[in-house]
């Protein structure tokens, strides 16, 4: 069972998606740089591998269209920003989900990547029908992350998502909480990793981004996750929001 590959989003066009490939060391090193990027899941790499393989996570990677005007200028901010992924790597997935594809081969640098995952026991856990997709792993450049890439990869990947054979009547997700996200310590933090300064008034949380797209909150749960500090090592516990939004 496996998602369409792609589908043309003319609304929110920034973006385009490519499968991930598990069997791809290059692929699994750029997907290892994103992940200490972002500083969330850099160690869980290997568990993502064994997952897409066996097809309950289908992940993509998220990479600028070719028809954006500006792509250039986005491709090189990001470039600046992460030099270690100035080399392009090369579309050869020959699997998505349980179904066969014939890769591209065409080379590209990605921008960030998406998942979507099957959660049976969350969706018993939190009361959602069997028709529920989960959206995972999100990540978007530091660099450029106003340029709508991440609102253009969420809307194709819950078009997507609806399609045969997943046929999702409901998207669910978890993020950072908006009481954590924007305390004065959050916010420090952010900063660190993003490599900029965002004045508090100026900072939208995970939780704000996601309602504007149409989740509606199911719950918070206390001390979900720990982040770790990658410089100092010190854990911190982080309360997470699950979320939902209704497609049909």
Same mark, same amino acid.
């Given at each position: ?14 973006? !385009? =998606? #490519?499968? +991930?490939? %598990? ?9 290892? *740089?994103?992940?200490?990027?972002? /500083? ?63 890769? !591209? =081969? #065409?080379? +590209?640098? %990605? ?9 049976? *026991?969350?969706?018993?856990?939190? /009361? ?121």
């Amino acid at each position: 069972m496996s998602p369409q590959e792609f589908i043309n989003s003319p609304k929110y066009g920034s973006a !385009t =998606l #490519i499968p +991930f490939d %598990p069997n791809s060391e290059a692929q699994c090193k750029r997907l290892y *740089e994103q992940r200490l990027a972002c /500083s969330w899941d850099y160690d869980l790499i290997e568990e993502w591998r064994a997952k897409v393989r066996e097809g309950t996570k289908f992940m993509y990677w998220i990479t600028i269209n070719d028809e954006l005007p500006e792509k250039a200028d986005y491709l090189a901010k990001h470039i600046e920003r992460f030099p270690k992924e100035k080399e392009a790597i090369v579309d050869t997935a020959e699997t998505l989900g349980k179904s066969s594809r014939t890769p !591209t =081969l #065409i080379s +590209f640098i %990605p921008i960030g990547h998406i998942a979507l995952e099957l959660y049976p *026991e969350r969706q018993e856990q939190y /009361s959602l029908p069997d028709s529920t997709v989960w959206i995972k792993s999100l990540y978007i450049s530091w660099a450029i992350q106003a340029g709508g890439f991440g609102r253009s990869a969420m809307h194709q990947l819950e078009r997507l998502a609806a399609l045969p054979p997943l046929n999702a009547t409901v998207m669910a997700l978890d993020t950072t909480t908006k009481k954590f996200q924007t305390t004065p310590e959050s916010i420090a933090i952010f900063n660190k990793i993003r490599g900029s300064e965002v004045a508090s008034a100026d900072f939208r949380s995970n939780e704000e981004w996601y309602t504007r797209q149409g989740y509606d909150i199911i719950c918070y749960v206390d001390e979900m996750y720990k982040w770790v500090d990658q410089e100092t090592g010190i854990a911190i516990s982080v309360p997470s929001v699950f979320m939902k939004k209704q497609l049909v």
